[in-house]
């Protein structure tokens, strides 16, 4: 009797005894990382969907009815998708336009950030046969043409196009060479920059391809050492323009597949420009190019005949500070075209006819449109996501194309994303929240729910076996009478009598904010395993980040950093004046452009941050590429206190506090250049600091064990220094 009581007293303790977070669980079993709705896609006809169905013994392209989810019928096992014996990945798949093919890709190989090549396959659902699009190398960019006859690709620096009835390959290209000229494919800086690698488009009728020729050869080059175990190591060179240096000569081609002959568009006689995008119009015969000064703050939008190749100016935004690439223009039928525009301070739309006369503004408030999500036009309605519900949230809404009859369509405050399927009849709903994990839903145009396509429900009982911080939000206003926004994150068993260390964390870059009410798994358990070992985690997106309108994102032009740095350390300030918090000890750590804002809080605000961690940080502009660096400071010579005035390396002899560095040898974004730099300048002053390279990696500094080693190394500093 004695034995069973104790075992009654013992066991609810057990059982409602709550897991310790771990770095094991963050960074290398990725145990709360939330799964996501891979393999559904909706078919052409916006009736119908396709998902990837698995049992025990294979996998099954399934298609699949929108509207009730039957099953309609089995369109590809995986046991028929191999080439030469060997099997293929069905989650590989994308279809061919008129999708009685898919493409399937194996042996991926990434080169930048939006940049890979592979093996990629075609298979006929009706022949239910396999063909490689190419066997002299691996691919990149493969484009079905509009009538899915005919396959675009890049290969070695040069352009092809694959028949697929007669399996002829036709080179469009013929002068691509390694680090000096690449067709189709964007120079380093534009791909990282202008947020795109492939640089060429099909015409509707299938019969022109267009792309950009990026001529490198005045780019200077930069040489980074790989280690791999042999006697010398060896030497990665590629084309990267730092601030103010020369860039890839630009020019913009069109391919008639007929004829066989390649016009040259005119894109004017200034060849110290940019091309970040072209595309064709509804029109077959018109191409659409936009063109950038090199200052960034003319964008110009050119027509351009591609029988002849000469083009028109149809569209001008200009700024005194600059203008953003987007992905927003859209073409309403032949009668027009929709762009979007921060000229009124904030970011909306406007429709133009064809000839650049604007029509209506779409959007208007003082809100920014975040995405154009679509256009209807059958019945002129177009989708968007908005700051309307203030920064840290995105909403979607509707509107007519004359900017009347606006509805919101998302019902729940948070991040929503729709993306809507062709026909605008139904949409898949990505909703979550600072402390919910992503739920994505199928619902009809009129916000009924078909499907549920992922809840996450796993994870969510999961977390209940944890204990917590939630995130939540607040405002304060700074000295200067600024508001800016905020989230904290308070420790495990929180004693508002008790004082806290603040370990603050921020990105702070030009138009990217980390305020946001959205799931953020990875810095949410981690700042929560800091929360467990008895930290306050706070983040405060300071001037320069979006959603807020043009005047408090462009606030940062020519001086990037010192807005940001006084936003941060009056961020301190405000926080360490919180009766539970100890305000001798408040660090602060970011990556990328974080860890160039780390180095400069650990310097200019030597008296409010007594550690600091940067990671990959930039530490003087004048290394960092040209598009973003000069997009925010114009060159160097044209700006030379904006970049020695808030750069890094020139206040280490402020630093008071403890100091920790991080790199990745192999980053070919922000160059191991910057930390090595800032080292010097650390050693000349007499500064101690810890240092940690790591081999091979890249920007983003991963790989097997490699986020837990930082992280170790990071928890370790914070415990020993803060």
């Known amino acids: 009797m004695k034995k069973t009581f104790l075992l009654l007293l013992i066991l609810p303790a057990f059982i409602f005894a709550q897991e310790k977070l771990t770095l094991e669980d963050i960074w290398v079993k990725y145990s709360f990382y939330p799964k996501t709705a891979q393999g559904f896609n909706v078919m052409n006809d916006g009736l119908h969907y396709v998902d990837v169905t698995t049992d025990d013994k294979s996998s099954t392209l399934t298609k699949f009815e929108l509207k009730t989810g039957k099953k309609i019928k089995e369109l590809v096992k995986s046991a028929d998708l191999t080439f030469n014996g060997k099997a293929l990945d069905i989650n590989t798949y994308q279809f061919s336009p008129n999708e009685d093919k898919l493409m399937l890709n194996e042996e991926m190989e990434a080169i930048y ?52 009835a007669s399996g002829a390959e036709t080179q469009v290209t013929e002068d691509g060479e390694k680090n000096k000229i690449k067709n189709g494919w964007a120079d380093w800086v534009y791909e990282e920059e202008f947020s795109k690698a492939d640089y060429f488009d099909w015409s509707s009728n299938s019969q022109y391809l267009a792309y950009v020729k990026f001529d490198e050869s005045r780019v200077k080059e930069y040489t980074m050492d790989l280690y791999k175990g042999e006697l010398y190591p060896e030497k990665y060179t590629f084309k990267y323009p730092k601030a103010g240096e020369d860039n890839s000569i630009v020019s913009v081609h069109i391919y008639d597949e007929l004829s066989k002959k390649t016009v040259t568009a005119d894109i004017g006689t200034n060849k110290d420009i940019y091309i970040p995008r072209i595309r064709f119009t509804n029109n077959p015969l018109v191409l659409s190019i936009q063109r950038l000064n090199r200052l960034q703050n003319k964008l110009e939008l050119l027509f351009t005949d591609v029988i002849g190749g000469k083009g028109t100016v149809a569209y001008t935004d200009e700024s005194k500070t600059y203008v953003d690439i987007t992905d927003d223009l859209t073409f309403v039928g032949t009668k027009g075209f929709i762009i979007s525009s921060e000229k009124d301070n904030y970011n909306h739309l406007y429709y133009y006819d064809l000839s650049g006369k604007l029509i ?32 840290i949230n995105r909403d979607v809404y509707s509107i007519k194309l004359t900017g009347k009859d606006k509805k919101r369509l998302s019902t729940k405050e948070g991040f929503n994303n729709f993306e809507f399927t062709n026909g605008f009849k139904y949409y898949i709903s990505d909703y979550s929240n600072a402390n919910t994990p992503n739920v994505y839903e199928l619902r009809n145009i009129d916000g009924k729910l078909v499907k549920t396509l992922e809840d996450n429900a796993a994870l969510n009982t999961k977390l209940k076996n944890y204990t917590l911080s939630p995130r939540t939000f607040f405002k304060f206003k700074t000295s200067e009478g600024v508001e800016l926004n905020g989230w904290m994150m308070k420790p495990h068993n929180f004693d508002s009598t008790k004082k806290y260390p603040v370990y603050m964390y921020a990105y702070g870059g030009p138009g990217s904010n980390e305020v946001n009410n959205s799931w953020d798994p990875m810095e949410y358990f981690w700042h929560n395993l800091l929360n467990q070992e008895g930290y306050m985690v706070v983040c405060v997106d300071g001037r320069g980040t979006m959603g807020r309108g043009r005047e408090f994102k462009h606030s940062t032009y020519l001086q990037l950093g010192k807005l940001e740095t006084v936003d941060q350390i009056e961020t301190a300030k405000h926080i360490g004046n919180l009766s539970c918090v100890d305000k001798t000890r408040i660090g602060f750590q970011g990556w990328s452009f974080g860890g160039y804002m780390a180095g400069l809080m650990i310097s200019k605000g030597a008296d409010v941050i007594k550690a600091a961690i940067s990671v990959a940080p930039v530490t003087n502009w004048k290394y960092y590429d040209n598009i973003y660096t000069e997009r925010f400071m114009r060159k160097p010579q044209d700006n030379k206190s904006g970049y020695e005035d808030n750069s890094p390396v020139n206040f280490t002899k402020n630093i008071k506090g403890k100091y920790l560095l991080i790199h990745g040898a192999a980053d070919d974004n922000v160059h191991l250049q910057n930390s090595m730099e800032m080292a010097n300048a650390l050693v000349k002053n007499n500064i101690p600091f810890d240092f940690m390279i790591y081999p091979n990696k890249n920007h983003g500094i991963s790989g097997g064990y490699t986020r837990y080693h930082i992280f170790n190394k990071i928890l370790k500093f914070v415990k020993e220094n803060l």
């Open 113 to 164: 950030r939006r940049s890979y090549k592979a093996n990629y396959f075609i298979y006929d659902m009706v022949t239910k046969k396999t063909t490689q699009l190419s066997d002299k190398g691996k691919q990149m960019f493969p484009l079905f043409s509009p009538d899915g006859k005919k396959v675009a690709f890049v290969r070695d620096n040069n352009l092809f196009i694959k028949t697929l």
């Open 360 to 391: 209506n503004q779409i959007t208007s408030g003082n809100f920014d449109v975040m995405e154009f999500k679509g256009y209807d036009e059958p019945t002129n309605t177009l989708f968007y996501s908005s700051t309307e519900n203030g920064a």
